[in-house]
């Protein structure tokens, strides 16, 4: 079994340590995994994505051309990534930031306002957990508590933004019913 998710936006709105989460719920879980970053040389502002893959099997290739789920922070992300989810796949897209034309009716897109409910819990840059929360319920071999435990790993030197972000989480979660 496999998760591939392609996770894209501007510098600056935590899309590598959004990969991260993932890479380390996976390494929680005891799955194989590899974490791709790429970003432009802006760095903030400028475009970021990265790829997680996990699987509970020898991942034989690191590219990811077609993903299982795509989560799109921004328009440009939307517009770039839209026809990289397989079909049944999951586009989700920070609605917030971005208008979907609903052209793919071969994979299930969910709207987030994530950086609106991230502004209403008190800190506009955890939109990134809003975004997973609203992936978390779609995928395989990630669950609440390999993310759970992983945040707590991240934010180990940090700990005054865990609970932020576990929250930011949970309500992400409640955008996919």
């Known amino acids: 079994m496999m998760d591939t998710v392609i996770m894209a936006g501007f510098g600056g709105q935590g899309i590598m340590f959004l990969g991260k989460v993932l890479a380390y719920a996976g390494m ?3 799955l194989e995994l590899c974490w791709i970053p790429s970003y432009g040389p802006e ?15 020898e991942i034989h290739s690191p590219v990811v051309d077609r993903a299982d789920a795509v989560i799109a922070m921004n328009q440009p992300a939307y517009e770039r990534f839209k026809s990289r989810v397989k079909p049944g796949g999951f586009l989700i897209v920070n609605s917030s930031l971005a208008t979907t034309s609903n052209d793919r009716t071969d994979i299930t897109t969910i709207n987030v306002p994530a950086s ?14 809003v975004c997973l929360g609203a992936l978390l319920p779609s995928m395989k071999l990630a669950n609440w508590d390999s993310v759970e435990k992983s945040m707590k790993k991240l934010t180990m030197k940090r700990p005054e933004f865990l609970q932020g972000n576990l929250d930011a989480i949970k309500e992400g979660m409640k955008c996919q019913n």
């Open 28 to 30: 929680t879980a005891d």
């Open 43 to 57: 760095m903030r502002g400028g475009t970021a994505n990265c790829s997680v893959i996990l699987s509970d099997t």
């Open 116 to 129: 609106d409910i991230a502004n209403n819990l008190g800190n506009p840059s955890i939109a990134n957990m």
